[in-house]
DNA sequence: TTGAAAGCGGTACCAA
DNA sequence: TTGGTACCGCTTTCAA
C-alpha cells in the first residue's frame, strides 16, 4: 500500500518562517489579531494570504477539541419536507463558519443512534430533525453532546417545532366550515412525535367542534404508504381525510381517483407540511404549511450557541420555539357531500 | 469565555493502560489486527468497547493526513432532482466508512470556487454535482484533491452522467412520431454542462428528423424560471416545448394552464429528470429519467478509490461512466394539433 | 510481537 | 507584544 500522507499544503510553520516571526504569533495574528500589533498582524495576514494559507481543521480541532462541524440527522434526506431544513441549516452553519455534515437514518431509531455514536466524536452538536428517538434516549445524548430537536420537544432539550396545536385547529376549523362530520386520520409512525402532536390535537380540536374522527394506521409516511392508507380510508365512508403529511396525502389522493372517486367531490383531503409538489397536484393539496429554511437558520444558531457555552449554563433554561403555522387552503377541500351520496368507492 | 476545552471522551491512552498494553499497540489492534497477537489484540478490542473508546478523527486526520470525509457540491440542495443523488452518496459513504458533508452553492461558479476552498482542508476529496464551474477551474481542482464529476464530463476527469445523446433522441423521436414540426427548447444556466448536451443533443436529433427547434431563455432552473419561460413559449407557436428540467417543465406547465391552454390539447410539454412530483402533476409530466441514487453510489465509489489511489496513477486513465436514461411518456406530451388551430393564448 | 518516541499542525500558557 | 514550548490523540517508524 503505498497511501502516501497527502501533507497539509501550507502550515502555520510556513508562514512563520517566511514572515520572520514565530509560530505562535501567526496563529495570534490569524484568530486573535487584537492580541498582536498592527504592523506585525498585517504582515503576517498578507504573508499567509500570498502563500494561500489555510488553517488545518483536524490541527485545530485536535488542540481546541472544537471541530467547527455540525451533524443534521434526519429520517429520510429525500423527504421533500427536509430541503428547506437542509437549506436553512447548511446556509446558517455556513454563515457561521461552520461544516454542515448530514445523516439519514431511515426511519430507524437505531439507525439513527448509531449514526449519532459514528459522528459525535467529529462533530461539536447535533441538528436532529424528526428525531425517531425514544425521549430517554435524546436526553441521554444531549448530556454528552449539544443537540438542538427540530420538530420535536423534549423537556430539558433545546428544540424549535411547528405549532400543531394552533395548525391542527386550523385544519378542524376549515372541516367543520365546509359541513363535514366525520374524519379519518392516517397516522404515521408511531416514533414521529409530531404525528402525535398532530393526532393529540385533531382530536382535542375535532371534540370541541363536533367532529368525529377515527384514526388508522400507522403507515409509512410516503407516498407509498398513503397509497395503502388511501385504499384503507375507503371502507371508512368518512368525508375527509387528514394525512399525516403530505407524501401520504398525495399517495392517498392518488388512490382515490384511482378508484373513481372525486376529490374533493366525494372526499376531501388534507395534509401537513405543505411540500413541493403539493401546489400541483390535481387537486392541488390543502395542507398546514411551516417555515422549514427558517426552521433550519434558527436551530442552527441555538446549536452554535450552546456549543459555545460548552458548559451547563445554557443548557439548564433550554429554548423552546415553536414556530408558526398556516394552512394553505387549495383544492383538495371542499364542501362535504349529501348523506344520500356516501363516499364509496365504485364496486371493484 | 469560559470556553473550556472539551476533551475527547476516551482515548487510546486510557484504554492502553486499563488493557496493560502500549498505547501504540492498542492502535495496532484497532486499525492493524493482524499486525498483533491474536491474544493481545482481542484483549484490548474487548478492552475498548468496554471503554466505550472512539478513535478521534481529528487526531487521526492529523497524523495520516486522511479525514474520512467526502464533500457533496451542489448547485441547488432543494431540486429534488438531486435528492436521489445525496441519499446515494450519503448511503455510500457510510458504507465505506466515510462522512458526508454537503454544500450548496446556489448556482454560483464563484460560491462554488470558494465552498471547495473552504473545505478542501477537511476532505478528502469531492464530489461535485452539475457543477457550474468552468473547465480549467475543475481540472485546477482536480490537480490539487481527488475529483468526482456528476453530471459533467471534462477530459481528464472522474466522472458520472446521464447519456444525454440517446436520451434527447428518444424525446425527438418521440415528438416526431405524435406529427410535431416545430418545438421549443427552454434553455437553463449556459453554466450547465448538462443543459449544453441537452441542447446539442436536441439540434443534432431534430436535424435528423426534419424538427424544426428553437431555443430561447436562459432562464433560471426553477418553477419560476418555467414561469417566465412558458410565457415566453407561448409567443413562438411552436406546439411541443422541451425545458431544461422538470422543475422549469412544471412552470411552464402551469403558465400555460393559467393562459387557457390545453396541455397536451394545444402543447406538449417535455423535461427532464423525472423528479418527485412529476407523475402526480395534471397532466402528469413527460421527462427523461436517470438514476441519480445510483449515480450518487457509484461517484462515492470512485471517489474513495482515487482517494486512495492518492498518487496519480488511477488518475491518468479516469473512468467516465454514463448511465442509461429513460424517456417516461405520461400525459403530458400528445399528438400535434392541427396546423388549422395553432397553439396561442388567448388574448389577454 | 511489542514498546518508546517522534511527529502531524495548531493553540495556549508562561516568560521574557 | 512576542517567542518558546508543552500538549491534543493517533499513527508510524525504529528498536528491542
Redesign the interface.
Known amino acids: 500500500m ?8 501550507v502550515t502555520i510553520t510556513d508562514v512563520a518562517r517566511e514572515a520572520g516571526v514565530a509560530a505562535s504569533t501567526v496563529s495570534r495574528a490569524l484568530t486573535n489579531p487584537d492580541r498582536v500589533n498592527v504592523v506585525t498582524r498585517e504582515h503576517v495576514q498578507q504573508v499567509a494570504a500570498r502563500l494561500g494559507y ?6 485545530r ?2 488542540g ?4 467547527a ?1 455540525l451533524a443534521l440527522v434526519l429520517p429520510d ?2 423527504n ?1 419536507y427536509f ?2 431544513l ?2 436553512g441549516a ?2 446558517q452553519a ?1 454563515a457561521t463558519g461552520h ?6 437514518s431511515e426511519e430507524n431509531a437505531r439507525a439513527e443512534a448509531r ?1 449519532i ?6 462533530v461539536d452538536g447535533f441538528l436532529l430533525g424528526s428525531s425517531r428517538l425514544a425521549d430517554a434516549r435524546i436526553l441521554q445524548f444531549n448530556a454528552a453532546m449539544p443537540v438542538v430537536l427540530v420538530n420535536r420537544r423534549v423537556p430539558g432539550v433545546t428544540s424549535v417545532s411547528p405549532d400543531q396545536l394552533g395548525g391542527t385547529r386550523q385544519i378542524v376549523e376549515h372541516l367543520v366550515a365546509l359541513g363535514h362530520r366525520r374524519a379519518i386520520f392516517l397516522s404515521g409512525p408511531p416514533q414521529s412525535w409530531l404525528g402525535r402532536q398532530r393526532w393529540a390535537g385533531i382530536s382535542s380540536a375535532a371534540r370541541k367542534h363536533g367532529l368525529t374522527v377515527r384514526r388508522l394506521g400507522p403507515y409509512h409516511p410516503s407516498v407509498e404508504g398513503g397509497l395503502l392508507a388511501g385504499e384503507a380510508a375507503l371502507a371508512d365512508g368518512a368525508t375527509a381525510v387528514i394525512a399525516h403529511n403530505d407524501l401520504m396525502a ?1 399517495g392517498a ?2 388512490r382515490m381517483k384511482a378508484r373513481g372517486l372525486s376529490v374533493p367531490g366525494d372526499v376531501s383531503i388534507v395534509g401537513f407540511d405543505d411540500i ?2 403539493a401546489d ?3 387537486p392541488p393539496l390543502t395542507t398546514l404549511s411551516d417555515r422549514t429554511e427558517q426552521a433550519g437558520r434558527s436551530a442552527v444558531d441555538l446549536l452554535v450557541a450552546l456549543a ?1 457555552e ?2 451547563r449554563l445554557e443548557r439548564d433554561a433550554p429554548a423552546d420555539i415553536v414556530a408558526p403555522t398556516q394552512l394553505v387552503i387549495r383544492g383538495s377541500t371542499g364542501p362535504a357531500p349529501q348523506p344520500s351520496e356516501p363516499a364509496r368507492a365504485a364496486s371493484p
Open positions: 503505498p497511501s502516501a500522507r497527502r501533507p497539509h499544503a489555510r488553517a488545518s481543521p483536524a490541527a480541532a485536535l481546541t477539541g472544537r471541530t462541524t434526506i429525500t421533500p430541503s428547506g437542509i437549506r447548511e446556509r455556513e461544516i454542515l455534515v448530514i445523516g439519514d449514526m455514536e459514528r459522528l459525535t466524536p467529529g398525495i389522493l392518488k413541493f409538489g400541483f397536484c390535481d459555545r460548552q458548559a
